[in-house]
């Protein structure tokens, strides 16, 4: 098993991508923790994972949530080994439309709340302790009505390479999946029309190499590899999971 005995929080671990992630940890030996803010999203998490899991109620815009969160885990785990840092969610809008608000919103769940789940985890992990991150396509190519989505990824990306060299001395590694266009429920909380997302989803089809959208579970594989000592010589990387669609 890739992570036996491990302790591996997952946030935005209730839906999607990091639900399967969790799963799938889970499977590897994981004992896993998972974030999200649905009540009934994380009840549903809680049947579907068992006992052994712990889910955590957090908004991840809210440092302070973090803060509990964490001393929560710690007294029941005493540390923290993989941190998945995967919670994301976006607004579409055309440039002129975009709102101050729009853009803090997703600054603050997406990067500020990758950025202090990591600053906040970083104290109660081990030498060889795995981060990775969720950046997207999305900071590779330009997409219009995403312009804030896209930002907010890159500096992710950015972030990765930062947070890796200055955790490599401590043995911590830091790395993204990026996944392509992934059938989970993140499409249709956009804002877009039925309409607009079916015509979205046409044109991602047509445009992806592979000609289809990826499963929720190749972009939870790529994390799995990434966290466990498979990639143990591997840090301040990114691991594109889009069917091509970057590439050619
Ligand atoms: N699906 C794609 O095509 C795609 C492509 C590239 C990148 N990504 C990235 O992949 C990651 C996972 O997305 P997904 O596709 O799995 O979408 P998803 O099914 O909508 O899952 C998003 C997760 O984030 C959590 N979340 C949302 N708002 C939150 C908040 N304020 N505080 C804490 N957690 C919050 C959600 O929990 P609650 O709903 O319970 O709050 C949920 O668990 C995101 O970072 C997304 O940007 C997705």
Do not use: W
Request: hydrophobic share 45%; proline share 4%; aromatic share 4%.
């Amino acid at each position: 098993m890739k992570l036996n005995d491990k302790v591996a929080l997952i946030t935005g671990g209730t839906s999607g991508i990091g639900l399967e992630a969790a799963k799938l940890f889970q499977q590897e030996g994981a004992k896993v923790i998972v974030t999200g803010t649905h009540l009934g999203r994380l009840e549903e998490a809680a049947q579907l994972l068992g006992d052994s899991a712990m889910t955590l109620n957090v908004d991840l815009r809210d440092p302070a949530q973090l803060d509990r969160a964490i001393v929560e885990i710690v007294e029941t785990h005493g540390r923290i080994d993989v941190v998945y840092a995967n919670a994301g969610a976006a607004t579409a809008a055309p440039l002129e439309a975009v709102t101050p608000e729009q853009i803090s919103e997703q600054f603050a769940l997406n990067f500020n709340g990758a950025f202090f789940t990591i600053q906040k985890a970083v104290p109660h992990m081990p030498k060889s302790g795995a981060i990775v991150v969720t950046t997207s396509f999305l900071n590779e190519t330009g997409t219009p009505g995403l312009s804030v989505l896209a930002a907010t990824k890159a500096a992710l990306r950015s972030l990765v390479r930062s947070a890796g060299a200055e955790l490599a001395p401590r043995g911590i590694r830091v790395n993204a999946v990026s996944p392509g266009p992934i059938a989970t429920p993140f499409h249709g909380k956009l804002g877009l029309s039925e309409k607009e997302l079916a015509a979205a989803g046409e044109g991602i089809q047509a445009a992806v190499p592979l000609k289809r959208f990826g499963e929720a579970r190749e972009v939870a594989q790529a994390a799995l590899f990434l966290a466990s000592d498979d990639a143990a010589f591997i840090t301040g990387t990114e691991m594109v999971v889009d069917g091509g669609l970057t590439q050619f």
